[in-house]
């Protein structure tokens, strides 16, 4: 069985050393996991030099405009590190999860699969191309905003590089050039790998709920279309297959939520920070391109996880809705007991987590932005 659901982002993350090729998806060998640290380590300059900048430039020289940037890098790219690499050792989970959404020999095509499956290319490509545009606004803002970096140096007696994509220092010089427009191309290239990657797995942890949600509409249906036979024994190998369906569909999400919980963890551990980060950042220095291109991507995968997971809890408890406002009560006993059973497993909705201690809902989201306020009053009473 292959995997054929959700191609054209695994195509993607392919291409960034992410995923591995497609005759290697199951079973990958130990030349992925090299590949993959060869390319991991290749994008550490961000995250390296702006530690060395806050700690060698921004700190000593108290500099709080330097501070907040540096801090809001530092904070995003662990956080995104983090994202990809507890993705990447549960590949052959993830790619035994997808060739379970691709298969459909055991309960049938939903009807309305292929209609879904059109709708989620399509917010695949809208992820994408949104992302596209924010990544190069984030490259961007350093040479439109050269020229005010220079006079922010004079006017603070600052010496910093401008030009750059963050705010770095490295053992060697790299304002001269070429070294400049290299650091520059590596700087890029680093961003790229790490928001694009980190976007793709976003994006694969929304469809791969949207897929379960699927068989949830399909599932409904199919006990519509049981309660309305007339046909006892006909009646019961229909509902007999439904309640396999609705166990399949529930143990479906449970390796949905296994494979995907730690990376949504990311949102625990560094989400609220980074807001908080951002909005004293904003208050004190002022709004620029960089912060509002990180805070739009952070906030769209944190808010499109959410809506998911939250549409799955409630499309799971909708099942036991469709039953009870059904006419099972006009069925034989023997049927309105194991419509009573599917009623009681539908009050154990679908939950999807973010590491141990949190799920993933509506409620998430204001959670993460509660924390970010909390920070936020912290950073401007340590600033007093």
Known sequence: ??????????????????????????????????KF????????????????????????????????????????????????????PLQRKAARLYVRLSNFDNFGKPPEFDNHSVKLKYLAMAYKTGLNIVVIAYFSEPILTRHICERQNAARHFEDICG??????????????????????????????????SAAISYLIVASMEHVLIRIWHLKSMIKDAIDTEDDESRRQQIARCMEYHIDIFELAKEVDGVYQRSLFVHVLFSGVLFGIMGFSILTVGMSIKTIS????????????????????????????????????????????????????????????????????????????????SYLTLLKASSK
């Open 1 to 34: 069985m292959s995997i054929t659901v959700m191609r054209s982002t695994l195509e993607f993350m392919r291409f960034c050393y992410i995923w591995p090729s497609r005759d290697e998806e199951l079973d990958p060998p130990k030349s992925y996991y090299v």
């Open 37 to 88: 640290l060869v390319v991991l380590v290749s994008t550490l300059v961000n995250l390296t030099g702006s530690i060395l900048h806050l700690s060698l430039v921004s700190i000593p020289h108290r500099s709080f405009y330097h501070v907040a940037e540096d801090l809001i890098t530092v904070t995003a790219q662990i956080g995104v590190y983090y994202y990809i690499v507890v993705y990447v």
């Open 164 to 197: 750059l994509v963050t705010a770095s220092w490295m053992p060697f010089d790299i304002s001269k050039f070429p070294n400049k427009y290299l650091f520059y191309i590596w700087q890029t290239y680093s961003i790229y790998w790490t928001y694009e990657g």
């Open 294 to 373: 990180l805070f739009v991507v952070w906030v769209g995968a944190a808010i499109f996880s959410s809506l998911s997971a939250q549409r799955l809890y409630d499309g799971s408890i909708s099942i036991g809705e469709e039953v009870y406002n059904s006419n099972w009560f006009d069925r034989d006993y023997k049927f309105q007991r194991e419509m009573i059973t599917i009623i009681q497993r539908a009050q154990q909705p679908i939950r999807i987590h973010a590491g141990p201690f949190a799920e993933i809902s509506n409620v998430f989201i204001l959670t993460i932005f509660k924390t970010a306020y």
